[in-house]
């Protein structure tokens, strides 16, 4: 799957607005120096993004665009979804129902569709706010981030004396 300019522009046009938008309406001519995309193109991608729901328009001598939520209320899925026609890895998985008349024996289709579940899941828990933070880790693991996080600052000395050791692969063990 490649995702199209549509799509990485209108993550960048979001990412603008919310870097620029906070206290006033921004234009597309103003995104579109920044970003150095056509304002043209930038219209169509705006619009899609509006009808989404994802920007708001304000028209008149101070009109322009801004967010219409918290960059955290945005997933990146939502985005791209929104922009893009297709965000399936392969043509079978474009369609509800895969239309593809392979389907019942094709020993890839599982492949595929564990890929895009894995995309679509990861896709789903990146925000605009980890975009614009630059966390794009967004694993469930809180309790080897608790581990990590107790385990700063320690000297060697006092890790080791820890309840738990290292193995070779850096993995705590029971002592």
């Keep these: ?37 056509s304002d043209k193109y930038l219209e169509g991608i705006v619009a899609r993004l509006s009808a989404a729901g ?19 209320d945005y997933t990146v899925y939502d985005i791209l979804r929104a922009a893009e026609d297709s965000i399936a890895l392969v043509a079978c998985l474009e369609d509800e129902v895969n239309q593809c008349p392979r389907s019942k024996t094709c020993m890839t289709l599982p492949l595929w569709e564990h890929m895009q579940a894995q995309f ?4 789903e828990k990146l925000t605009l706010q980890d975009v614009l933070d630059k966390k794009f880790d967004v694993s469930d693991d809180s309790e080897d981030d608790e581990e990590a996080h107790s385990a700063e600052g320690k000297t060697a000395d006092e890790t ?14 029971p002592a």
Aim: charge should be positive; charged fraction near 35%; aromatic fraction near 6%.
């Design 1 to 37: 799957m490649k995702i199209s300019t549509k799509g990485r522009y209108a993550l960048r046009v979001l990412v603008d607005l919310a870097e620029h938008g906070t206290k006033k309406n921004v234009s597309i001519r103003e995104i579109a120096e920044r970003q150095r995309i």
């Design 120 to 123: 679509k899941e990861y896709m």
């Design 160 to 173: 080791a004396t820890d309840d738990t050791s290292a193995d070779v692969t850096g993995k705590s063990t």
């Design 54 to 72: 994802y920007v708001k328009s304000v028209r008149g001598k101070y009109g322009g665009y801004r967010l219409s939520m918290e960059p955290k």
